[in-house]
């Protein structure tokens, strides 16, 4: 049975593998002392000792997030968890194991290892459930690959079980009362029957007195809002990709490897009555579709190869300001010697790239890291091509006059007070709706006329239970249902560009004894739900004090 399991490991999507490759490589990340509370980058490592590994040795931390990486892909199908979030799961996952060798869990038997394997989502197909054609998909190429072993993916497995085996002594039975039970069950099965009541925000046009003395005290109160961040003024130096297509010369194998790997990428002509020209179900078609294509194929090889070309000429320009120590006084000489030229970019804020090179936030990064000391960037991709920017001004961040800022402080200040009159005009309403609808009116006849001098529409809305809402209803809705009894009216809450009233015309509790099949089913969730959070309570408490033994002073 086991050599029946470890044969079944030698094979894989390549897709999976990608996503593992990627996994492996935040592993890496995490052995070069990114990750917070586990070392320190520098020449030499701290060693930090956690039960049994050492969290200062690359290797140890590399193999315990890859191990912790392909875990939870085996488990989600995909990778679910971010750096800090697989940090955490890789730490807390090894505490358990050390935890079931002290209390002498055992590993799986072949036959709890298949069991186990089929509940896995990596391998479950569009209904959820185990996909052997997938399985056998995944152990197609595992013994070529070679990140991953099949030795190392039995041991994870391995693990996992136990893992798991762990999880379920520290859960228990999951301890509740009773009226948790009947609470939940009460919320989530009670059927309601409510009506919506909507105002258009943009409808509503109250006088506001946009005086100057209104105008200038709203500016003094909220003065942090028109400050100007700082900003940094560069020029740059543009490195185009399209100046350098004419320089690359065709690779007719290059160019067909490249539309064989994504055909779907280059669309095929198409005919008089709009479909493709050439079919695929002709003999020869794939030939012909190529030929169809294949000046599309040629431009967009052309352009990749174009765009190394653009980022070696930015590198070689960064490269020479640097070895010949150019001063900034003679960058332009030096450029013109070079037959290039730099162009102005208008000043920008940390949180506001330029446009012109796409909005990319790395751009701005980078120009906020020039100054006196570092007069020019490294080359840097664009949309179009690549720029190296050249350092002109930092300019510090700016508290502007109100008389610069006037028109902007008048229109947030008209929008403010629209704001406030439209919630204090919802609340005068929502008085006045509700006494109508407990004089005995609904709610569509208590909003047939402007209220408070809102204009409503009502619209009742079939029975339901929040386990199965309606999908038309704005989430607002559920959370005002939270504090509404049968026959009571919600506040006005705003959402987006409008206001929103609603009236609970009827709620009809569920049954909440122990006879009823959902009260069953609900505390056993909830039993669930209860024990998986003490588990993994105690095993974050392992984690905190094993670290904390070994954690750097703080000063």
């Known amino acids: 049975m086991i050599s029946w399991i470890q044969k079944t490991f030698q094979q894989h999507f390549r897709i999976i593998f990608l996503g593992l490759l990627v996994m492996i490589i935040i592993a890496f990340v995490f052995t070069i002392g990114a990750a917070p509370g586990l070392g320190e980058a520098g020449t030499k ?16 931390q590399q193999n315990l997030f890859r191990d912790a990486g392909v875990s939870v892909f085996l488990q989600a199908g995909f990778s679910a968890l971010g750096g800090e979030q697989l940090q955490a799961y890789a730490l807390q996952r090894h505490a358990a194991l050390h935890l079931a060798d002290q209390l002498h869990v055992p590993g799986p038997t072949g036959a709890d290892l298949i069991d186990y394997v089929k509940t896995l989502r990596a391998f479950a197909g569009e209904n959820g459930t185990f996909e052997p054609a997938r399985y056998a998909q995944f152990r ?20 996992d079980y136990r893992y798991t085996q762990v999880q379920k002594l520290l859960a228990g039975p999951g301890y509740l009362l009773p009226v948790d ?19 258009d ?39 185009p990709a399209a100046a350098y ?64 070309l653009a980022a070696k000429a930015a590198s070689d320009l960064t490269l020479a300001l640097f070895e010949g120590k150019v001063a900034a006084a003679a960058t332009e000489a030096f450029l013109a010697a070079r037959k290039l030229q730099s162009s102005p970019v208008a000043p920008f804020s940390r949180t506001s790239p330029p446009a012109e090179f796409g909005g990319f936030p790395e751009i701005a990064s980078e120009a906020f890291r020039l100054g006196t000391a570092r007069q020019f960037s490294d080359a ?23 008389a610069e800022v006037r028109a902007k402080v008048a229109s947030d200040y008209a929008e403010d007070q629209k704001r406030k009159r439209f919630v204090e005009a919802g609340r005068a309403a929502r ?43 704005e989430p607002a809705v559920f959370g005002a249902l939270e504090s509404l009894d049968q026959g009571g009216v ?18 009809t509790l569920p049954p909440t004894d122990e006879f009823n099949p959902r009260y069953v089913e609900t505390r056993a969730q909830i039993a669930a739900f209860v024990g998986s959070r003490n588990a993994g309570d105690y095993l974050n408490e392992l984690v905190e004090k094993e670290l904390a033994k070994t954690a750097p002073a703080t000063p």
């Open 431 to 473: 008085a006045q709706i509700e006494s109508l609808v407990r004089s005995g009116k609904s709610l569509e006849q208590a909003v047939a006329a402007p209220v408070g001098g809102l204009a409503f529409t009502a619209q009742a809305v079939p029975a339901f239970t929040l386990r199965e809402p309606p999908a038309t209803l």
């Open 181 to 199: 039970v009947k609470q939940q069950l009460a919320r989530a099965e009670a059927q309601w029957t409510i009506a919506v009541a909507s105002t």
């Open 45 to 60: 490592a701290l060693d930090r000792p956690f039960y049994g590994l050492n969290l200062g040795n690359q290797e140890d």
């Open 380 to 402: 840097l991709p664009t949309p179009d091509g690549s720029v190296v920017l050249l350092w002109q001004e930092s300019i510090p961040a700016l508290q502007p006059l109100f």
């Open 490 to 507: 919600s506040e006005m809450i705003t959402t987006g560009p409008k206001g929103i009233l609603v009236h609970v015309a009827s709620k």
């Open 245 to 308: 297509v004419s320089q690359v010369p065709t690779d007719d194998a290059a160019v067909r490897a490249l539309y064989d790997s994504n055909p779907a990428r280059f669309p095929k002509p198409t005919g008089p009555d709009g479909k493709p020209a050439v079919s695929v179900a002709a003999p020869g078609a794939a030939e012909a579709d190529f030929a169809a294509v294949r000046p599309q194929v040629v431009a967009a090889f052309k352009l990749e190869r174009a765009r190394n």
């Open 140 to 159: 197609d190429n595992l013994k070529v690959d070679a990140t991953l072993t099949e030795r190392d993916v039995s041991r994870i497995l391995s693990d």
């Open 201 to 239: 925000y943009a409808a509503f046009s109250p006088a506001i007195d946009s005086s100057e003395p209104n105008l200038t005290k709203f500016f003094e109160e909220n003065a942090f809002r028109y400050e100007i961040p700082p900003q940094v003024s560069v020029r740059a130096v543009r490195f």
